[in-house]
Every structure is written in structure tokens, then in C-alpha cells.
């Protein structure tokens, strides 16, 4: 049998697992050694989330080669494949129908019994459900950090610059009248691209001088100003 691997990093699951690409190729390749298969072609997707199976390029191709060649679809983890319940129970009919095999190492899933396909799928739920806090205490985590006035990006929102040290928000008084603008202008219904073109056409500077006003430096400043 022929032997497709797919192997995928993101920021976020270097973090959690330490599962480097490196080192999920050796799982692979060690299993496809252990079970005498030498035909063995790995594709990758480096830094890119697994909230979404269609944006993942290298997910795409080892699909459609494992399909094509009726192979053992080989990841580390079922959380390689997908994140969420629908691309896992996608990816799994979509190799089914082709005669291909679904194998994440981790989980050791037997998928050709009915309680293999069983345990397959409540998998799937508990993957999601663990992406699904992750993302929630990534979002309260980060909405602290914006309340207590701490650095959550490379770059400050009109209305405020970084101290001497780098890690928190002051106040920048003369971009703070500039923020109580867009709020009443956004408080009498204009959108967000009004905003910018009224800013602009009154050559109001932005923060980083030629660079003209855009919806979402409006959005940025107008949401900060509301927490």
C-alpha cells in the first residue's frame, strides 16, 4: 500500500504540544518502515491553522493523491487532519469512498469496525470541543489584557502608544480627540469606510504619517474606545 502523510504546524499547537514537523515525518515514516511500505510521499502545511480544511494546501494535495492512489492517509493526530467535527467526518468519507485508509497515529483507530467508527467520530466532537475553548480562553485571555491597558500586538490603535518599556498602552492625548471623533461620527450612523474617507478628505493624519485612513484602523480605535 502506498503511504500519503500529511504533517501540520501552527503557532498555536507548537505551543500546546510541541509536536514539530520534524519530529510528526518521523512518526510517519517509522510507521510506513514498520509495516514494509517504502512508497511514502509526505506533504505539509507549516504555520497554518486546522480551523478550516480548505484553506490548508498541503491537506488538499495528500487528499486527492491518497484518493487517486487508494493510500493510508497517515497523520500524527487526528488534530493534524481537522479541528472541526464536519472536515474530520469529511476527510474520513471522502478517503472511505475512495478505498483509501485513514490512520492518525495517536489515536490508533481502527475505522472498518463499527466501533472503530464509533470511537472515530466522538473523537471528531471532542477535537472540536478542545479547539473551541482554546479559542475561548484565547479571546478572554486577550480581552483582560485590552482592559488592563497590556500589549497584545506588534502595533498600538490610534489614541495610544506604547510605554518606554514596550508592554503597556498610554494614552497619546492628541490621537485620543481624533478617537472621540470617529466615535460621533460612528454614533450618527456613518459606517466605517464614511469614517476613513471623512478623515481623509479633511487631511486628518493617521498614525503612521501617508499612510491614508482605513475601516479597520477605524474599527480598531472605535472598539478599544467602547471597552
Not at 519530529?23 to 504555520?47: M, N, P, S
Request: with cysteine; proline share 3%.
Amino acid at each position: 500500500m502506498v503511504v500519503v502523510g500529511y504533517i501540520r504546524v501552527s503557532t498555536e499547537g507548537q505551543v500546546q504540544d510541541g509536536v514539530s514537523l520534524d519530529a510528526q515525518r518521523e512518526k510517519i515514516e517509522a510507521w510506513a518502515k514498520l509495516h514494509d511500505e517504502t512508497d511514502v510521499v509526505i506533504y505539509e502545511d507549516a504555520g497554518i491553522s486546522g480551523a478550516s480544511m480548505e484553506q490548508r494546501p498541503g491537506l488538499q494535495v495528500a487528499l486527492r493523491e491518497a484518493c487517486k492512489r487508494r493510500a493510508a492517509l497517515v497523520a500524527y493526530s487526528l488534530s493534524r487532519f481537522a479541528r472541526s467535527t464536519r472536515d474530520t467526518l469529511s476527510i474520513s468519507d471522502r478517503l472511505a469512498k475512495s478505498g483509501a485508509e485513514l490512520v492518525p497515529l495517536s489515536e490508533r483507530i481502527d475505522t472498518t469496525s463499527a466501533s472503530g467508527k464509533m470511537v472515530f467520530r466522538l473523537l471528531a466532537v471532542l477535537n472540536e470541543f478542545e479547539r473551541d475553548q482554546v479559542s475561548e480562553r484565547t479571546r478572554a485571555a486577550m480581552a483582560h489584557m485590552r482592559r488592563s491597558g497590556r500589549r497584545i500586538s506588534r502595533f498600538a490603535s490610534c489614541g495610544w502608544d506604547f510605554d518606554p518599556e514596550g508592554e503597556r498602552l498610554v494614552r497619546n492625548q492628541g490621537e485620543q480627540r481624533v478617537v472621540c471623533r470617529m466615535v460621533e461620527l460612528r454614533t450618527q450612523g456613518l459606517s466605517f469606510q464614511a469614517i476613513a474617507d471623512q478623515l481623509t478628505g479633511e487631511s486628518v493624519p493617521t498614525k503612521h504619517s501617508g499612510r491614508p485612513w482605513t475601516p479597520k484602523v477605524i474599527w480598531t480605535a472605535v472598539r478599544r474606545a467602547a471597552s
